[in-house]
């Protein structure tokens, strides 16, 4: 089976690494000079970083066996992280049950109503069952507390989904707590983090090195124009041009293919899929984002000694400072120290369509809140990296929302972030969606192919 993957991120080079190790031939066409998407690098400070920050959890089961698998282990670390808390112009740890005890913008009866409510989430195992008819605000207001609501819980939702905040499901914040919890020693120890040692961009490294050797072909560069569908089924892709990472000649502008698995944005997807029926249509334009940008500073001084210091004051225009270097010693870095501004907005919002240079005149003040011994002198180097597609908006009963990863197009699938559920996005889920749908499309190659019944009558 020949099969035509769109989209060069985590979940595409999955795909086609799968769908090698089951002795089929993929090909991936990446519109980007770049590989990678939302785990994409650059250069900095003498080595690799995620354009987006990243780490991992000790859940995260698929992308450690991708990482064994690639011969990558002894690149992973396992480091105590840090977490904080930005409220009334202070800044909180966050790590241990004293450190609640501690957080005096809420009343002591209220501290201890939090961490029951985080104790008694971590212990839920059917998030779903439980909780997909209700909204995050409504559950938290009521079990929470109003306070606690107030001070803690709602300006982070409102950091991640703007104002879209009060439709977002309580599974997700579920599932966003479960998986915190899950990643601390002995429940609310100190939490342990993932992280890769010159970046995960090693991952996409290794897996492009694995899918040339097993036949497949990897494009950068290249803009796949539309799907092209024959007698009812996914035929093909049509292309503007093409060159390999090796730089290789042009190719022809269609390469066909026994079936065509997407893994970009719904809207994206959309344009490439004009023969899609109606209903499924629908079901894609109803699933919507939330644009993320980071605004990455290198430093020559430390701005907190936190990891991840989310930001509980409305009046700052980011949700979080993650300062990696508080996770990978600065030594890795030439002796910099890396900050990532991140914030999460709708595409229409003016920060979105800002320059790095006007971003970082808006942020300033801020960072001088955050430490007043902050100077713009500081400042070495910086970058601002933005995607439309940075988070899917989970509503309620999203169970039910869910595009098919099978479209109604035979031989045409789809597999993005908005089909990760109960989880939140991210690479480990970006790879079991990958081995799903490579399953799902060789199941259905076997069915209706005559090679495939042959293949399957041998068996």
């Known amino acids: 089976m020949r099969v035509g993957i769109i989209g060069g991120g985590i979940g595409g080079l999955a795909a086609a690494y799968e769908l090698g190790k089951r002795g089929h031939e993929a090909m991936v066409f990446e519109a980007a000079p770049q590989l990678g ?77 939090l961490g029951v409510v985080s104790l008694y989430l971590q212990r839920q195992a059917d998030g779903i069952a439980r909780y997909e008819g209700v909204t995050a605000a409504e559950w938290l207001r009521r079990y929470a507390g109003e306070r606690n609501y107030a001070v803690v819980w709602e300006p982070l939702l409102r950091g991640k989904f703007g104002d879209s905040a009060p439709e977002v499901g309580m599974t997700w914040f579920w599932g966003k707590m479960r998986l915190r919890f899950g990643s601390r020693d002995k429940g609310m120890g100190r939490e342990r983090l993932g992280y890769l040692l010159d970046s995960f961009g090693q991952i996409q490294d290794a897996l492009v090195e694995r899918v040339t050797r097993q036949g497949s072909r990897v494009f950068t560069g290249v803009r796949v124009r539309r799907v092209v569908v024959t007698g009812g089924r996914a035929a093909g892709l049509e292309v503007d041009h093409a060159g390999d990472r090796a730089g290789a000649p042009p190719a022809p502008s269609r390469y066909p293919c026994d079936a065509v698995i997407a893994t970009v944005p719904s809207p994206v997807f959309l344009r490439l899929a004009p023969d899609l029926p109606t209903a499924y249509t629908e079901r894609l334009q109803g ?23 989310n930001i509980g004051d409305t009046a700052i225009p980011f949700v979080a400072v993650i300062e990696q270097t508080n996770l990978i010693p600065p030594e890795h870095y030439q002796g910099k120290h890396i900050v990532y501004l991140s914030n999460y907005l709708a595409p229409d919002q003016p920060l979105y369509g800002m320059d790095a240079d006007h971003l970082l005149e808006v942020y300033l003040p801020h960072l001088q809140k955050i430490n007043p011994a902050f100077r713009r002198e500081w400042i070495e180097s910086y970058a601002l990296f933005q995607d439309d597609a940075g988070q899917p908006i989970i509503t309620t009963h999203y169970s039910h929302k869910i595009p098919d990863l099978r479209t109604p197009v035979p031989g045409l699938y789809l597999a993005n972030t908005t089909q990760i559920y109960p989880e939140d996005r991210g690479q480990n889920y970006s790879i079991r969606l990958a081995r799903r749908v490579v399953a799902m499309c060789e199941e259905d190659w076997a069915a209706a192919s005559p090679v495939g019944l042959a293949a399957r009558g041998q068996e």
């Open 37 to 113: 998407g939302l785990a994409g690098t650059f250069e900095v400070a003498g080595t690799r970083l995620e354009k987006f920050y990243k780490h991992i959890f000790v859940s995260d089961t698929d992308i450690i066996e991708y990482i064994h698998d690639l011969g990558l282990a002894d690149r992973l670390q396992w480091i105590a992280s840090s977490v904080g808390y930005f409220s009334r112009g202070k800044v909180y740890n966050f790590v241990t049950p004293l450190d609640l005890l501690r957080f005096d913008p809420i009343s002591l009866p209220d501290r201890i109503r």
């Open 287 to 309: 699933r919507r984002y939330q644009a993320v940008m980071c605004l990455i500073l290198v430093l020559k001084h430390p701005l907190t000694p936190i990891y991840w210091l």
